[in-house]
């Protein structure tokens, strides 16, 4: 499947002109190793090594849809892997100030490099508590699967703010709000687990 071809299939998913856009602006072989480029652009995870993955455009696209992404947030992506989804984040959120962290030490430097002129700043460390220092956040986004919602992050993300989840199989958002929490599950998901340290 070549790059025409995935946009096809996203629009015909119904995601938003914006996505799509995004989709199109950001070049997915710039975050995969040299020997899986030519599978760029299939709709399917694939390896970053250190047992990590760069997940499915279709996963990945309805985690931004339910993000509700605007310009001028503050945004945190846990588990930022090579730093696909914050290039992507970077496209439909301008003037934002974006935040990874990314466990894997190697990972991180490699997605530092390459997002080096994007509006993004990866952090290396444990993302399974947050990054208390830059925090609130108005959007948190975590590209791994946790058992629970992690509390913590929930005291992380601002009122009126949205945290976007994969808790075991499925996909949960998160709207945080005076009295009660807006809870949405999205079941049929598969992700690398959350590791918390």
């Known amino acids: 499947m070549d790059k025409k071809q995935l946009l096809e299939e996203l629009k015909s998913e119904g995601f938003s002109e914006d996505i799509i856009k995004a989709f199109e602006q950001v070049k997915r072989e710039d975050f995969v190793p040299e020997n899986l ?13 250190k047992g990590q993955t760069i997940s499915q455009p279709y996963t990945i696209a309805f985690m931004l849809n339910l993000l509700e992404l605007k310009d001028n947030l503050k945004i945190l992506e846990i588990g930022s892997g090579s730093g696909y989804v914050l290039a992507l984040i970077n496209e439909l959120s301008k003037n934002s100030k974006i935040y990874g962290i990314e466990r894997i030490k190697e990972l991180a430097e490699i997605s530092r490099e390459v997002l080096k002129n994007k509006n993004t700043e990866i952090v290396h460390g444990d993302g399974s508590k947050g990054l208390k220092q830059h925090a609130l956040y108005d959007r948190i986004l975590v590209s791994a699967a946790a058992d629970k919602i992690p509390k913590k992050l929930l005291e992380q993300l601002n009122y009126n703010g949205i945290l976007v989840i994969p808790v075991r199989n499925s996909i949960i958002s998160i709207k945080k709000l005076y009295r009660e929490n807006k809870i949405k599950e999205y079941p049929g998901f598969v992700f690398v687990p959350l590791i918390e340290e």
């Open 37 to 49: 480029k030519e599978f760029s652009y299939i709709d399917e995870p694939l390896s970053i090594g």
